[in-house]
Nanobody, 123 residues
């Protein structure tokens, strides 16, 4: 079992910045991928950005150029730096990760979620 704990949410004015952090209970090199998702009231959960299994980063078009993901291997954390925040960024932000366990011919994928942290941007 992998535990993910988010921190850093809060209330900020439009145009401001926040930094979220996700702490994993295991060495993050053992994870296949890590990403941030968000869910606004009445909307489906959507990908914000993260690291693919190949180690590259990807972002939703709506946050490209404003949000940046980073990892700290020593601390087993993944951060989300959010700049130039907009009211439409208001949501609960979730950390997500997955692991691939077992032989190639029978590998199983396990997915994990954090409890979420609220980000509210006032206009």
């Amino acid at each position: 079992q992998v535990h993910l704990v988010e921190s850093g949410g809060g209330l900020v004015q439009a145009g401001g910045s926040l930094r979220l952090s996700c702490a994993a209970s295991i060495n993050i090199f053992r994870l296949n991928s890590m990403a941030w998702y968000r869910q606004a009231p009445g909307k489906e959960r959507e990908l914000v950005g993260g690291f693919t299994s190949g180690g590259t980063t990807n972002y939703a078009d709506s946050v490209q150029g404003r949000f940046t993901v980073s990892r700290d291997i020593a601390k087993n954390t993944m951060d989300l730096q959010m700049d130039n925040l907009k009211a439409e960024d208001t949501a609960v932000y979730y950390c997500n990760a997955d692991r691939l366990i077992g032989p190639v011919e029978g590998v199983k994928r396990f997915e994990y979620w954090g409890q979420g942290t609220q980000v509210t941007v006032s206009s």
